[in-house]
């Protein structure tokens, strides 16, 4: 099958199969585990190709739903914009898009979650989103935008039908002050009209538990979504771990290293890793799994593979 370019027409409906009225708490709520995966905004059309040879063999596996992520600071909205109508459009997938309060006044996120709704999308992630200057800056809400994310679920639930989705952090959020005050925040979003959270990923299974624990002893029943990333390069992880401010265990390190520079081998050896990870959580009773897959299929496809079972979709 050759791949669509980036500037080719997509068709004005989407296929009976995908009804995007499906919601995400519906496919966690299966009796199946849901798979779901992540893809990132391309930059470039050549990138853009890469993403939907990818998009295309996981639609294979049926996943869930997928999410494309939003960049910095907005810095690729009109692609996220784009790619996740395309998905809507032109695959039979369910598409979960991001949105930011970054850089945007309340008539700019307005105009977007219009454009998501005007593409029949409705489910969306609502984020605060990084600071403008990147990881490690002080935040600096927009002077006619939003200041956290709780306000923005209220803001995406009040322009319609929309199902709302938001962030958790089991290794604690880079500016807060410690992992109850990320359960008190969560829980605001919950309380803003949040259905279900996506984890920031993470290599502790024991952190996720105790995230899940600490919500579920405030009184709130929230379906908390694991979020992994198998690891295929050093370096990636590397990069991963600065922008997001998320710890990596010395064990996993460790094994990472200890595959030297076969580039082969690391990837083997963070697909054990995620796999691990995925069973034991699944065990645990988390109501899914999230991938997270730098748009790129291999990796995510021999995790999957690994755990032998079927996404509810």
Not at 200 to 210: G, M, N, R, S
């Amino acid at each position: 099958m050759s791949v669509p370019t980036a500037t080719t027409t997509a068709p004005t409906t989407a296929p009976t199969s995908a009804p995007t009225t499906r919601s995400i708490p519906q496919a966690l709520a299966a009796p199946e585990p849901s798979i779901s995966v992540e893809f990132f905004p391309p930059r470039t059309d050549e990138a853009e190709a890469t993403l939907w040879d990818t998009v295309r063999r996981l639609e294979k596996r049926h996943p869930s739903f997928v999410s494309v992520t939003y960049g910095a600071g907005g810095s690729t909205r009109d692609r996220t914009v784009r790619v996740t109508e395309r998905i809507a459009r032109e695959t039979t997938l369910l598409p979960l898009a991001h949105l930011t309060c970054v850089g945007h006044s309340m008539t700019e996120l307005r105009s977007v979650v219009g454009a998501f709704s005007a593409a029949g999308i409705t489910n969306l992630l609502a984020l605060r989103g990084d600071p403008p200057g990147g990881p490690g800056e002080e935040w600096v809400r927009h002077p006619e935008g939003l200041d956290h994310a709780e306000e923005l679920v209220a803001l995406t639930r009040s322009l319609g039908p929309f199902t709302v989705g938001v962030a958790a952090f089991p290794d604690r959020h880079p500016e807060s002050p410690d992992l109850d005050h990320d359960a008190d925040v969560l829980v605001r979003k919950a309380d803003a009209g949040a259905e279900f959270a996506i984890t920031q990923f993470f290599f502790t299974v024991e952190a996720y538990l105790a995230l899940r624990d600490r919500v579920a002893a405030r009184g709130r029943d929230l379906p908390i979504v694991p979020g992994l990333m198998p690891v295929t390069s050093v370096r990636q992880l590397a990069r991963m771990t600065e922008l997001s401010g998320q710890p990596v265990p010395r064990s996993v390190t460790d094994r990472l290293e200890a595959a030297g520079d076969d580039p082969e081998a690391v990837r083997e050896v963070g697909v054990e890793i995620t796999t691990e990870l995925a069973q034991r959580l699944l065990a645990e009773g988390a109501p899914g799994l999230h991938l997270i897959t730098m748009n790129r299929s291999p990796a995510t496809l021999q995790v999957w593979e690994n755990l032998g079972v079927t996404a509810a979709h």
